[in-house]
């Protein structure tokens, strides 16, 4: 399907998932969590609206999608770390299974970017940079060499951030790449 076109089938599936992001963004942000009620319709919304609309065909898409966006989120995972939780995987299966596999392939090559320079400005903002890098050091070391428990925002001064901002802009710029011959 193209996504670029402006044919009911892509206008409706980019309302849905401008719709699922909107409030997902939302929720992660005031609440720190996206939520099941959200992702699962999405992901639900997806096989059928491309079933709806291409038939066999649509549902192979959304299952390639589904496929690629998990796998693709667990490699997000070496980028986010423990930071890109359960909520954001589902997101971007939910991502996957309304757009397809190409879709979700820009957009998690987007998102580990985006997330990169997203959480780098305000840590360079607020002073904080180094003492970071040295903390995320030291976590390393505590979890891999020593075998001890870490938790991602332990020692942080920046606490957790809220990574569907990321996928967002990742969302946002696999759209201006797939639109640009």
């Keep these: 399907m193209n996504l670029t076109s402006n044919d009911l089938a892509a206008t409706t599936i980019k309302v849905v998932l401008a719709a699922g992001l909107t409030y997902s963004v939302y929720t992660d942000v005031r609440w720190g969590k996206i939520f099941n009620k959200v992702t699962f319709p999405l992901i639900l919304t997806g096989f059928f609206l491309n079933t709806l609309f291409r038939g066999v065909a649509g549902s192979l898409t959304s ?30 299966a939910a991502i996957g299974t309304l757009c397809g596999p190409e879709f979700v392939l820009w957009t998690c090559l987007f998102t580990a970017l985006a997330g990169s320079i997203i959480f780098l400005i305000p840590l360079i903002r607020r002073r904080i ?40 802009a990742g969302v946002i710029l696999a759209f201006v790449k797939l639109a640009t011959p």
């Design 63 to 92: 299952v390639e999608g589904f496929g690629a966006a998990i796998g693709l989120a667990l490699l997000l995972t070496l980028v986010a770390g423990p930071g890109l939780g359960g909520g954001d995987i589902k997101l971007i």
């Design 129 to 168: 940079l180094i003492y970071t890098v040295r903390n995320f050091a030291g976590n390393v070391c505590r979890k891999y060499l020593l075998h001890l428990p870490v938790d991602v925002a332990e020692g942080s001064r920046s606490g957790k951030q809220p990574f569907s901002v990321a996928i967002l």
